[in-house]
C-alpha cells in the first residue's frame, strides 16, 4: 500500500486560512478534513503537526466518531 500524507493551506479572502489535512492509499483520498484558522501562523502549525504524526491525528480523530 503506498500511503501519501498532505496538508495545504489556502488563503481566504477575509484574511483567515484554510487547512486541507489528507490521507491518500494507492491514489484514493481515505481521509480529508477542511479547517479554517485565523491567521498564517496557525495554519503552518496544523500543517507541521499533521505532517509529523499523521497516523496519531487520524486515529484520534475516527476515535471520536467510532466508540466501541
Do not use: A, H, M
Amino acid at each position: 500500500i503506498k500511503t501519501t500524507v498532505e496538508s495545504t493551506t489556502y488563503p481566504k479572502d477575509n484574511g483567515e486560512y484554510n487547512v486541507n489535512l489528507k490521507i491518500i492509499e494507492n491514489g484514493d483520498t481515505i481521509f480529508s478534513l477542511y479547517i479554517s484558522v485565523p491567521n498564517k501562523s496557525q495554519s503552518d502549525e496544523l500543517c507541521r503537526l499533521w505532517e509529523d504524526s499523521p497516523d496519531y491525528y487520524f486515529k484520534s480523530i475516527l476515535d471520536l466518531f467510532i466508540k466501541s
